[in-house]
């Protein structure tokens, strides 16, 4: 013969909360037809290993969806009022079943489960006022990103396609004026590149801080100081490799960052913009350390930016010494930029290909 497990309550004003005491429930069967609940399950109850059922009329009818979770100690059944309201009683029938007690872990009374909804409205409402205002952050961020990238990206793609023009019309010659046609474009976009490391610092774009200080610090470096204030270093041919190399690598990392704004993706310019560094980035390095190569003696013979020294001492601190000491860590960064940029391409691709799979 089948047994009753022991069955606790709660309600609030939508809902019904049933406990049924039964561990390692199997074969569960829950059927509901108006104000009734008919419940039949196998299981360990209060005397022990058996069948155990149970049927509830309740004071007001239920909706038919009922939704239920068994776990190793109970089962736990919610049922949801035809219409929302507080019930003085869980049964029509005023003497509650033997079976049934209150579950005073869930128990509230009515006034209880209005401040309970009152606090659930508020927590809502404060979610929904917070989304609001992320969604206006992301899309201003959005807009600003997309500006960005797309100013750097035609300024760079100017600065290349301007390059490539005169190498085809002046073949050789072209090296040997490119400070002079370039220049302000570029210290246009090496200046804006700054806003990068601002991006980084304070969270806008999820990408290392060290990694961005590095490559803008080094290139404004070269740029402004090394190329820019020496005006020897203005008619230089490796002033046209170290332009180019540039601009060749940032044509395809700003659309792609475009594309990321509103999460689109074109998958060859998604491989271009992780592999094209791979050759570039070093010849671009290796471009910049020969313009620094190159300036050391300008600057010992100019003493430009040397450091005057007591005249006890007579002499000066050369910037040149500073410039070797450069040279090392340039490459030290090239190995630190590399990682990253390996480490970002790795995971990328890798992300694709468990996705593919």
Known sequence: ????????????????????????????????????????????????????????????????????????????ITVHKEQRGWWERLTAQE???????????????????????????????????????????????????FVYNLVQFLGFSWIFVNMTVRLFIFGQDSLYDTFHTISDVMFFCQILAA?????AAFGVVRTGVIPTVIQVVGRNF????????????????????VFYLWSSIEIFRY???????FNTEWKTLTWLRYTIWIPLYPLGVLAEAVAVVQSIPIFDETKLLSIPLPKALGTSISFSSF?????????????????????QRKKRFRTKKRKAN
């Open 1 to 76: 013969m089948p047994l009753t497990p022991l069955v606790y309550w709660a309600q609030r004003h939508g809902e019904i909360y049933l406990r049924v005491e039964l561990t390692d429930a199997q074969n569960i069967s829950i059927c509901v037809k108006e104000k009734l609940l008919q419940f039949r399950a196998q299981g360990h109850g209060a005397k022990g290993q058996n069948e155990y059922e149970f049927s509830l009329e309740f004071l007001s009818p239920i909706k038919p969806e009922v939704s239920h979770k068994s776990t190793q100690r109970q089962v736990n």
């Open 95 to 145: 003497r509650k079943p033997v079976f049934l007690a209150p579950d005073f872990d869930r128990w509230l009374d009515e006034s209880d489960a209005e401040m309970e909804i009152r606090e659930k409205e508020e927590k809502r409402n404060r979610l929904k006022a917070s989304r609001h205002e992320e969604e206006g952050f992301v899309s201003l961020k959005t807009v600003y990103l």
């Open 195 to 199: 806003a990068e490391v601002i991006n």
């Open 222 to 241: 070269v740029l402004f100081i090394i190329i820019g204030s020496l005006e020897e270093m203005h008619n230089q041919p490796v002033v046209f490799f």
């Open 255 to 261: 659309p792609f960052y475009m594309l990321g704004c």
């Open 323 to 343: 410039l070797y000491i450069y040279l090392v860590l340039m490459f030290l960064g090239l190995l630190i930029n590399f990682r990253h940029l390996y480490k």
